[in-house]
Structures are given as C-alpha cells and as structure tokens.
C-alpha cells in the first residue's frame, strides 16, 4: 500500500505563488511515476503534471505550462508542484496521486494510490 499526505494548499491573491508538497511512504517510491490532478467545484477531476520515476520525463497540462513546476526528491520520498502566477481558475482541490512501474502518464486511471487532497483557493 502506499499512502500519500498533500500540504502546502491556501488561499492566496492571483498572481501569487504556492507551492504543495506530497509525502508518500508504504512503498518504494523512486520507482513509482507521480502526478498532481486537480478538481474544481462542479466540474471532473483535470491533469495538471506528472513525473517519472527518474524525473526525466515531465509533462504538464496546456493551461498551467510555464507557470507551474513539478518536481520530486527521491531521498525524501516527496513530490513537489510549484505553482506561480497563479489565477482565479486554478482554484481547485489538488490530488497527488502514485502509480506503479514508474512512468509518468496524464491519465488518471493509470494511478492506483491517491492523496485526500489540498484545496488551492485563488482570489481575483
């Protein structure tokens, strides 16, 4: 089993910054791909980044590239999602979540193991 505990969500100004932490333990997490989803009120839960096992593939979806930056310290077992420029739209409840084989993937069906979530709130 692995469990995974989001932090680092608040309420900040658009523009601002925030950066979320996810800590996993229960398994070996250098060998498991990474994302970060989000989901705002009354609407699906989207992409927002994924990374891989090494941290040499990262992909990130259209509308938070170039101001979001995900990352992840093996050594801690902890994945990062900087969040720069922020905008009222990105307001969302935002979900770390692991998959096994360690690739990173966009879809969300692929991950087996999902945070409780931390809720981002952006005030215009």
């Known amino acids: 089993q692995v469990q995974l505990v989001e932090s680092g969500g608040g309420l900040v100004q658009a523009g601002g910054s925030l950066r979320l932490s996810c800590a996993a333990s229960g398994r070996t997490f250098s060998s498991q791909g990474m994302g970060w989803f989000r989901q705002a009120p009354g609407k699906e839960r989207e992409f927002v980044a994924t990374?891989?096992?090494?941290?040499?593939?990262?992909f990130y979806a259209d509308s938070v590239k170039g101001r979001f930056t995900i990352s992840r310290d093996n050594a801690r077992s902890t994945v990062y999602l900087q969040m720069n420029s922020l905008k009222a739209e990105d307001t969302a409840v935002y979900y770390c979540a692991a998959r096994d084989g360690g690739l990173a993937s966009r879809q969300g069906t692929t991950y087996g193991y999902w945070g409780q979530g931390t809720q981002v709130t952006v005030s215009s």
């Open positions: 990374i891989s096992w090494s941290g040499l593939s990262i």
